[in-house]
């Protein structure tokens, strides 16, 4: 089955701990992203690739660190979550930019 | 930013009836999207619209977009109670392929 699988998908931290979300897609496509949905806000894009090794910020990428060194993988890393982080963090994939996205589940972080 | 916006924040209708869901935005794009999301899940793409395109349909959804107003509508026809649901609007900027970014949204409610 294609899909955008996303791990933890709760999950309850303190202020500092680092910690990192994993995102993975089979469908082979070349872009991934991350957002956060915050309620009155929408989603915001955090980072995105446009392929393997080739990252870029969206409008809210302070805090927050990518890396693409798979094709399938883009973990999405809390170097010292602050509770401004809180929030619904969602994955997704699309066979390149600029076409449709594929979201994951969801990973709902609390950090306190 | 080119945020989308959306109105209305939220819509109540009866099954049967339609629903129009507008979204402006603030620069110019490659094409706009709109995408579904069932309380607290991973949102769904619905239908992609490119800047050289004025309408496009898919099912019971007809979209519609005006690049000289800057403007997208959204029109569900027959509603039914499982088109109940928050509809999102996203935007990919004139330069910026990859950068995906989303309107708050419109809250819709299907009463059977």
């Known amino acids: 089955e294609a899909q955008v699988t996303q791990n933890p998908r709760y999950l309850i931290t303190v202020t500092g701990k680092k910690l990192t979300v994993t995102c993975s897609q089979n469908m082979n496509h070349e872009y991934m992203s991350w957002y956060r949905q915050d309620p009155g806000l929408g989603l915001r894009q955090i980072y995105y690739s446009m392929n393997v090794e080739v990252t870029d910020k969206g409008d809210v990428p302070e805090g927050y660190k990518v890396s693409r060194k798979e094709k399938r993988n883009f973990p999405l890393i809390l170097e010292s979550p602050s509770p401004n982080q809180t929030s619904l963090y969602f994955c997704?994939?699309?066979?390149?930019?600029?076409?449709?996205?594929?979201f994951g589940p969801g990973t709902r972080l609390t950090v306190t | 930013s080119q945020q989308g916006e959306e109105d209305p924040q939220a819509l109540s209708i009866q099954e049967g009836e339609n629903a129009t869901m507008n979204c402006s935005y603030k620069?110019?794009?490659?094409?706009l999207q709109w995408y579904r999301q069932n309380s607290g899940r991973g949102l769904v793409h619905l239908i992609l619209i490119r800047s050289n395109e004025r309408e496009k349909h898919s099912g019971r959804l007809r979209v519609t977009l005006d690049t000289s107003k800057k403007s997208s509508s959204l029109l569900i026809t027959a509603s039914r109670a499982a088109d109940t649901a928050s509809y999102f609007c996203a935007t990919e900027g004139g330069t910026s392929y990859g950068k995906l970014t989303f309107g708050q949204g419109t809250i819709l409610t299907v009463h059977p």
């Open positions: 997704a994939s699309s066979f390149q930019g600029s076409y449709e996205q594929y």
């Open positions: 620069t110019s794009i490659n094409n």
